[in-house]
């Protein structure tokens, strides 16, 4: 491309105010260093080969503006918050902003609301310090949020590995984890067991039937079951013919059991128990 004349191969942030330049200029240093020193031109520190200078455009008078460039492959900052509208626009596609090979580290807070698009999808590696989603969140492959994951509403999908180091915060919904929670320390959780809250109320009279044909096992876990080592429990199948309200089946075709719902039948049997002591006590 021809060159401008007046412009002379200056750098832009320090020739003609809020002009970029479409020709040649051989005067943009590929480093900071050999630049004139100036504090308008700086290294991208995220670009460790050369180029990675970047220069600030100025303003009309003579401000310095919140974008700088470079040479081509130095790089951009913008530099305060950015926005970018597609409203007006033709993005048949829906991808009003894509990022490519590098991938997207974000320092600081990622905010996504999206009021046209019902999903918004995150996928190969991200690293972010807090992610705040008001719709639906679709991450896949390795996600590490370091600041926790805060969901206001709609549903949120991991597919791969999700670290959460700061916590996870379910403002509204439920939380379904279709695999294993491991948790190095406590979990703590309660269950809704409100009186208003039930119908059709009737007091458990066949805990001892019950708690007679239940057995409890040790065993080994094979193969098949994602686990080691020696384990204790009962059996889904006997524990589904008797309460088959406290078994359910899993996406794999396997049983598990819930064994809350085998306390009150415990309950009932140590009372009975108690009274069936009393009772002999008192002869």
Same mark, same amino acid.
């Given at each position: 491309m021809a060159s401008i004349t007046g412009l002379g191969g200056e750098i832009v942030a320090f020739t003609y105010p809020s002009l970029i330049k479409v020709a040649d200029n051989s005067s943009l240093p590929p480093t900071a260093s050999l630049g004139r020193g100036a504090p308008g031109v700086f290294n991208n520190p995220n670009r460790t080969a050369s180029p990675n200078a970047n220069a600030i455009l100025t303003d009309g008078i003579g401000q310095a503006s919140s974008l700088s460039i470079g040479l081509q492959n130095a790089g951009a900052e913008i530099t305060g918050p950015a926005i970018i509208n597609g409203s007006g626009g033709n993005f048949t596609d829906g991808k009003l902003l894509t990022v490519c090979n590098g991938g997207a580290y974000i320092e600081g807070e990622l905010f996504v609301k999206d009021e046209f698009v019902r999903t918004n999808s995150i996928c190969g590696t991200t690293n972010m310090c807090r992610l705040n989603v008001d719709q639906t969140l679709t991450v896949t492959g390795c996600t590490t949020l370091n600041g926790g994951l805060n969901v206001a509403?709609? #549903?949120?999908? +991991?597919?791969?590995? @999700?670290? +959460? &180091?700061?916590?996870?915060?379910?403002? @509204?919904?439920? %939380? #379904?984890? &279709?695999?294993?929670i491991n948790a190095a320390n406590d979990i703590t959780a309660f269950t809704s067991s409100d009186k208003r809250l039930k119908n059709n109320i009737i007091k458990i009279d066949d805990s001892n039937n019950v708690i007679n044909k239940l057995n409890g096992y040790k065993y080994e876990w094979n193969e098949k079951s994602n686990k080691s080592g020696e384990g204790v429990g009962v059996i889904a199948q006997e524990v589904q013919e008797l309460i088959p309200s406290a078994v359910r089946e899993n996406q794999d075709g396997y049983l598990s059991v819930d064994y809350i719902k085998?306390?009150?039948?415990?309950? /009932? /049997?140590? *009372?009975? %128990? &108690? &009274?069936?002591?009393?009772?002999? /006590?008192? *002869?």
């Open positions: 509403g709609g #549903t949120s999908n +991991f597919t791969g590995c @999700a670290t +959460f &180091n700061g916590g996870i915060c379910v403002a @509204a919904g439920d %939380l #379904t984890v &279709n695999g294993s085998l306390i009150p039948y415990l309950i /009932e /049997e140590v *009372k009975s %128990l &108690n &009274n069936r002591i009393k009772t002999l /006590e008192s *002869k």
